[in-house]
């Protein structure tokens, strides 16, 4: 039987060898947006490896690989649509600004060593299913896949929300749908779908910690990708962005506050 260790020593080479390959390509061009689909890429490759080596429920996580591939493509071809249109993620933009012309490869290198890391880690819930040999389904995994459900759905709107306003080209703010409610809908429709894979873990043997898994997700999305995203979007937009700060929620989706008059 392969051993738990050696199921994470199989995601970390997976993942680790799709990094490098993905550096290699940025080398040529120039377009760190690339390492955000060997994200979403490594997750798959991750969920595969431990379905075919793990001795979990058979059905459990078949279901699991079914709802990791289903939520990881669509995110994958949703970065490569704006790989291949040379659109470069503002987060990324900004950190190769700060780092300046130094060593820039070699920091390039290590954010995507330590993106690849952060897809092992992440994986500790597809883990858990993978190693849990209890058949009986619960309550927990009916719900942890309506949860994905609903983030899957969330996060595909909002994503087409966006597409639809880039398309009219306003120049202006977007405002529309999910993005009435929350500054980044996609983010926290990301964070939704990875408490629902928490709750589907949670029945399997030390469930619990598969909550580290959207707790560090929270983590890197609000205090991490939100402030770099709003640091352009402040550059780009400037008042017009400022005054979408001062009524729409950043994260959490909920009805704009109305702005005082001015006195």
């Given at each position: 039987?392969v051993?738990l260790?050696?199921m994470i ?6 993942v680790?060898?799709?990094m490098?390959?993905l550096w ?7 377009n760190t ?8 890429v ?5 969920m ?10 058979f ?6 690989l079914?709802?990791?591939v289903?939520w ?6 949703y ?5 291949i ?5 503002p987060?990324?933009?900004e ?7 130094s060593n ?12 690849g890391?952060?897809?092992?880690v992440l994986t500790?819930?597809f883990?858990?299913?993978?190693c ?6 619960t ?5 942890g896949a309506?949860l994905?459900?609903?983030?899957l759905?969330?996060?595909t709107y909002?994503?087409?929300n ?6 009219a ?14 500054r980044?809908?996609n983010?926290?429709?990301e964070?939704?779908?990875w408490?629902?894979f ?9 469930g619990?910690l598969a909550?580290?898994?959207p ?9 991490i ?7 352009h979007?402040l ?7 400022k ?7 950043e994260f959490f989706?909920w009805?704009p506050?109305?702005?005082a008059d001015?006195?």
């Amino acid at each position: 039987m392969v051993t738990l260790f050696q199921m994470i020593g199989a995601s970390f080479v997976l993942v680790q060898l799709l990094m490098f390959i993905l550096w290699g390509i940025y080398t040529r061009q120039r377009n760190t947006a690339i390492v955000d689909v060997g994200w979403a890429v490594g997750f798959i490759l991750t969920m595969v490896a431990y379905f075919f080596l793990g001795y979990g429920s058979f059905w459990k996580t078949l279901l699991l690989l079914l709802m990791v591939v289903l939520w990881a493509s669509r995110l994958a071809f949703y970065l490569f649509d704006r790989l291949i249109n040379n659109v470069e993620d503002p987060r990324y933009a900004e950190l190769r600004k700060r780092w300046g012309d130094s060593n820039g490869d070699v920091k390039v290198l290590v954010l995507f060593v330590f993106q690849g890391v952060l897809v092992t880690v992440l994986t500790l819930p597809f883990l858990l299913v993978a190693c849990c040999p209890n058949p009986i389904w619960t309550g927990w995994e009916i719900f942890g896949a309506l949860l994905w459900a609903v983030g899957l759905a969330g996060e595909t709107y909002a994503d087409e929300n966006l597409r639809q306003y880039k398309a009219a080209q306003t120049g202006e703010v977007c405002k529309k749908g999910l993005w009435y409610y929350s500054r980044h809908p996609n983010y926290f429709f990301e964070w939704i779908i990875w408490l629902g894979f928490a709750f589907y873990a949670l029945s399997s043997t030390a469930g619990i910690l598969a909550f580290i898994s959207p707790a560090l997700m929270y983590y890197i999305l609000r205090y991490i990708s939100v402030p770099l995203t709003e640091a352009h979007l402040l550059q780009s937009k400037g008042e017009n962005y400022k005054q979408y700060q001062e009524t729409t929620n950043e994260f959490f989706p909920w009805f704009p506050a109305k702005k005082a008059d001015s006195p």
